[in-house]
């Protein structure tokens, strides 16, 4: 089977990343920067050879495929397993306001507990099953092809995981800025990284790099 080449794209900024609240599945939509953002990374893909658009239904996501679909000529299409991680109680918080109020629950987040699960919520083992499974389902659809997918800060994790063989646990190094360029290549083996974090597009303007989603 033939390679699929995966440009990975994290919705635009929106008002409660500046406020480093988590949204997990709470519907925000983008703010003025994170529209601005849309359209730049819209702009840069005009000209890929692009075959298909996924992204996951929540509004932040959904305005940046939106915006990138009418720059190419294509219709995006909503893939709810695309979403962000869900976050249950903690979602609409600050972390500071997650420390003060659940500080055991804080600490199973600050050290990346694979099986911590926040009340109403999704383990990182559960995301990163789903994502990869939902990842790998939609490349096998393009072979030869090249797709892009708009989702979500934890989700740029997991594939970043994913295609450089990181532990789940591993502290992170690598960005995951909002709309910015993520490359990868799938094959029936798995995921590999072409390119990570081009920003070149946003120099224009900064672009928020929050590790909140």
Not at 51 to 78: K, V
Request: hydrophobic share 40%; charged share 20%; proline share 4%.
């Amino acid at each position: 089977m033939q390679a699929t080449r995966i440009i990975a794209i994290r919705h635009g900024e929106t008002a409660w990343n500046v406020d480093s609240r988590i949204q997990g599945l709470v519907d925000i939509e983008l703010n003025a920067t994170g529209h601005w953002q849309a359209r730049r990374v819209a702009q840069a893909l005009a000209e890929e050879p692009i075959s298909a658009i996924y992204s996951s239904h929540l509004l932040r996501a959904w305005e940046t495929a939106r915006t990138i679909g009418d720059h190419t000529g294509l219709h995006p299409q909503a893939c709810p397993d695309l979403r962000e991680r869900g976050f249950g109680i903690l979602q609409g918080k600050t972390f500071v306001e997650i420390e003060a109020t659940w500080p055991d629950q804080a600490l199973r987040w600050r050290r990346r507990d694979p099986d911590w699960t926040p009340q109403g919520g999704e383990s990182l083992t559960q995301l990163r099953q789903r994502i990869v499974q939902t990842t790998f389902a939609l490349a096998q659809r393009h072979p030869g092809e090249q797709i892009v997918l708009v989702a979500h800060g934890g989700v740029m994790d997991v594939l970043y995981r994913a295609a450089t063989g990181q532990d789940i646990q591993a502290a992170r190094s690598w960005n995951l800025g909002n709309a910015t360029i993520n490359r990868l290549l799938w094959t029936p083996q798995g995921l590999t990284l072409v390119g990570w974090g081009d920003s070149r597009h946003l120099d224009h303007k900064e672009a928020l790099d929050e590790s909140s989603t």
